[in-house]
T-cell receptor, first 113, second 114 residues
Framework: QQKVQQSPESLIVPEGGMASLNCTSS?????YFWWYRQHSGKSPKMLM?????GEKEEGRFTVHLNKASLHTSLHIRDSQPSDSALYLC?????????????FGKGTSLVVHP | EAAVTQSPRSKVAVTGGKVTLSCHQT?????MYWYRQDTGHGLRLIHY???????EKGDIPDGYKASRPSQENFSLILELASLSQTAVYFC?????????????FGSGTRLTVL
């Protein structure tokens, strides 16, 4: 059973549009979330991380976290064709400084010109 | 930029053969991980290590062994390769301290078992 669920599985948005991706953990011990982006044929690279309730913004990317529901979302505004990629959500407990990030299956985003 | 190097980049193995995937990091990171990626499954954790000479089982360890002889090196061993182990394998490293948890991935090894 996948402990990290992502939705939707795939998403198509027009260039300049808003993309919204969701992620929920079923493990109540987790307290840290990451969003990684993986372009086709490449390795994943960290996009944003969050561990506090609320919102964090970096450029066109905004991430939200609700720790009570263990739900995080990633929003990409003014989407560009270069944003087309697989977006992976990861979650981990950080107890005692040891952690092992668990990933979801990912959301495949296509931004069409 | 943190550096994680995997070898080989790709490999074709025969069923029942032994396969060793190698990973080397120059980030001075304590933590290292092996993930496999299959279409539709995201990344699944096979083995990980917090310190040299010690490894831990991840979520899908069956059929795999791991070895961490030094802080820099982490190997994944398939003693008897099977068709179901055809996948892309990623090694990653991360720091131990708060704020250094980002995983840095290698370029991956594409393994095909025939």
């Amino acid at each position: 059973q996948q402990k990290v669920q992502q939705s939707p599985e795939s998403l198509i948005v027009p260039e300049g549009g808003m993309a919204s991706l969701n992620c929920t953990s079923s493990d109540r011990n987790v307290d840290y979330f990451w969003w990684y982006r993986q372009h086709s044929g490449k390795s994943p690279k960290m996009l944003m991380s969050i561990f506090s309730n609320g919102e964090k913004e970096e450029g066109r990317f905004t991430v939200h976290l609700n720790k009570a529901s263990l739900h995080t979302s990633l929003h990409i505004r003014d989407s560009q064709p270069s944003d087309s990629a697989l977006y992976l959500c990861a979650a981990s407990m950080r107890n005692g400084g040891n952690y092992k990030p668990t990933f979801g299956k990912g959301t495949s985003l296509v931004v069409h010109p | 930029e943190a550096a994680v190097t995997q070898s080989p980049r790709s490999k074709v193995a025969v069923t029942g053969g032994k396969v060793t995937l190698s990973c080397h990091q120059t980030n001075n990171h304590d933590y290292m991980y092996w993930y496999r990626q299959d279409t539709g499954h995201g990344l699944r954790l096979i083995h990980y290590s917090y310190v040299a000479d010690s490894t831990e089982k991840g979520d899908i360890p069956d059929g795999y062994k791991a070895s961490r002889p030094s802080q820099e090196n982490f190997s994944l061993i398939l003693e008897l390769a099977s068709l179901s182990q055809t996948a892309v394998y990623f090694c990653a490293s991360s720091g131990r301290d708060w704020g250094s948890e980002t995983l840095y991935f290698g370029s991956g090894t594409r393994l095909t078992v025939l």
